[in-house]
């Protein structure tokens, strides 16, 4: 069993020996069929027995739509991006990360704390800053990256249609053409994942692939990742029915559980 460790000075309230749970992160830039790894991954994980709790970027019910509003505006400066984000990320840590891990489960992210790393410093922010206004972060014990080529990933946006307005980067002034702008914008994005994936020893998997490869793929990787650190599934005794195993509504009613248990003892930092 391993510490939470942070990137930076982390949570003063938190004893890291208190999360024995497991974070995995799936990264990639747009179109590389994260979710559909993150579903595939999801049901093959519980069918093992795992307790597993999932959440996503800009997924936080306090800040998402507030997100959501602000980028239909175009208001967004590169700093108001990233703490918004932030915002976003501290309040899904502080009501679904953290208090799934201290539970023992598998927490799956679509996407983490990297993206915002790449894209703040692709906009312009500084590296050190970023890095530090995440500080608070834990650092994921696996990161699965959905690794693709520019051109592969620019047929996949002209097949899907019209691309995001920021998901293009025009909020950066590349070009007035989407597509054109959607290239550069991607380029300097999977450069940053690259560099990260060296940095942070990232899994490498190649997007180019078979979801159903990629899938077999990620099953090898968690599987001997859990055997590793021994971490262990659900243990139900020998003379227990199966039906009797914890289903996903047992497993969300513990989470939601133990998340108003933390909260309700944890002081605010």
Request: aromatic content about 12%.
């Amino acid at each position: 069993m391993s510490q939470l460790q942070f990137f930076g000075n982390g949570l003063p309230y938190v004893k890291t020996s208190d999360y024995p749970g497991v974070l995995i992160s799936i990264e990639g830039t747009d179109g590389v069929g994260r979710t559909t790894q993150m579903i595939m991954l999801r049901e093959w994980l519980e069918v093992q027995g795992y307790g597993v709790v999932e959440t996503g970027w800009t997924r936080s019910p306090l800040i998402g739509r507030t997100i959501a509003e602000a980028k239909q505006g175009r208001s967004l400066n590169r700093f108001t991006y990233s703490l918004l984000y932030a915002a976003d990320f501290a309040d899904r840590l502080e009501k679904e990360i953290l208090p799934a891990l201290r539970s023992g489960f598998v927490v799956l992210s679509d996407r983490y704390v990297f993206t915002a790393f790449a894209r703040d410093v692709v906009r312009g922010c500084d590296r050190d800053w970023t890095r530090d206004l995440f500080g608070f972060a834990p650092i994921p014990q696996l990161v699965l990256y959905l690794k693709i080529d520019v051109p592969t990933l620019i047929r996949r946006a002209i097949s899907r249609g019209m691309v995001d307005f920021f998901e293009a980067g025009m909020d950066m002034n590349l070009g007035d053409d989407p597509y054109d702008s959607f290239k550069q914008y991607q380029t300097l994005l999977t450069r940053e994942y690259n560099n990260m994936a060296r940095e942070f020893n990232f899994h490498l998997l190649n997007a180019r692939m078979k979801p159903e490869r990629i899938h077999e793929r990620i099953r090898t990787i968690v599987s001997d990742f859990f055997a590793q650190r021994k971490f262990h599934n659900w243990q139900v005794p020998d003379d227990v029915e199966p039906a009797s195993k914890p289903t996903s509504k047992k497993i969300a009613a513990a989470a939601a559980s133990q998340a108003a248990s933390v909260r309700s003892s944890t002081p605010n930092p």
